[in-house]
């Protein structure tokens, strides 16, 4: 249902897109605003991940410079039948990790130094995996998407007022103007709900790969307070990318935070709490299981997260 729901979305995200062009300059219009969406799609498809790494600062590792992060990730990866991602460690106070990347196979994992400071390791392992299966479920390209589709709308919106004596435009200058203002917030809401959609579904999926609901749902409580008392500068000058990240990473000075593309952390936190007391979740695989016996991550009991002392900084 939740695939439906972000295709549907998406869907949408792209309508709105057209219609917009199509009201601003008919025809020619609404076909040069496709041409615009297939343009920076393309250019997002190949290059997003590259771009979003360099915006915050992160840092490729190895196993030898985060010989834990790096072996967490690798046993998710396994337990998840994925590739190997690259590790990524981003020099910030502020507790939080995203995902990106086109495809399982160009994949990379990101995780600050402030969440590696705070998690101890099983919650570290449940914010991996909720990363990683943002990977498996190819979210990571859908985001990128929709984050590129708003982009354009926005950029249109800026460029509407050169459209508004167009005779093919049946808005008018007051339309045209409304339309500047309405059609940006249809897309940020749009954005938001494919955003939040597809949270609460790498939560699920990722409480399944590393088999530890509660451990996960301790690490958003911990991440939700650690990003509220620390701001993230890059973030800041970069709230496109908001989204990608497991928790908000805007501070309330800024005006998107105004507009979560998150939804509520204690509905998240119920939801896996639950999940944990009815033991609805297993292991992604029996072959990645049989592949991850040697080294692979606990699994514990339904309801049960192991204890482990808390450890930091890594890498």
Request: glycine share 8%; no cysteine.
């Amino acid at each position: 249902m939740s695939y439906a729901r972000t295709a549907l979305l998406m869907a949408a995200m792209t309508a709105l897109f057209l219609v917009f062009g199509l009201m601003l300059g008919g025809q020619t219009g609404m076909l040069i605003a496709l041409v615009i969406a297939a343009g920076m799609n393309m250019f997002a498809y190949w290059n997003a991940d590259k771009m979003v790494l360099r915006m915050h600062g992160a840092r490729a590792v190895d196993e030898r410079e985060a010989p834990e992060l790096y072996g967490i990730v690798r046993r998710l990866a396994r337990r998840a039948d994925l590739p190997m991602p690259k590790v990524y460690i981003i020099d910030s106070n502020q507790p939080n990790a995203f995902a990106t990347g086109r495809n399982p196979e160009n994949a990379a994992v990101a995780a600050t130094t402030g969440l590696l400071r705070i998690l101890n390791h099983d919650e570290v392992t449940g914010v991996m995996a909720h990363e990683l299966a943002h990977v498996k479920n190819r979210d990571t390209l859908t985001m990128t998407i929709t984050a590129t589709i708003a982009g354009a709308i926005s950029m249109l919106a800026n460029f509407a007022l050169f459209f508004g004596g167009n005779r093919n435009n049946p808005l008018g200058i007051f339309g045209t103007i409304l339309m500047m203002i309405l059609a940006p917030m249809a897309a940020m809401l749009v954005q938001m709900a494919i955003s939040r959609t597809r949270e609460y579904a790498a939560d699920r999926e990722g409480a399944a790969i590393s088999g530890q609901p509660l451990a996960l749902a301790s690490a958003l409580a911990r991440l939700h307070q650690g990003a509220a008392m620390n701001v993230n500068d890059r973030a800041e000058q970069n709230p496109a990318t908001a989204h990608m990240f497991i928790v908000n990473p805007l501070s309330g000075r800024s005006f998107d935070s105004l507009f979560s593309t998150h939804p509520r952390m204690e509905e998240r936190i119920s939801r896996l709490e639950a999940m944990a007391a009815s033991g609805d979740y297993t292991p992604v695989s029996r072959s990645a299981t049989r592949r991850a016996q040697s080294g692979s991550v606990p699994h514990t009991g339904p309801g049960e997260a192991k204890k482990s002392p808390r450890k930091g900084p890594w890498g």
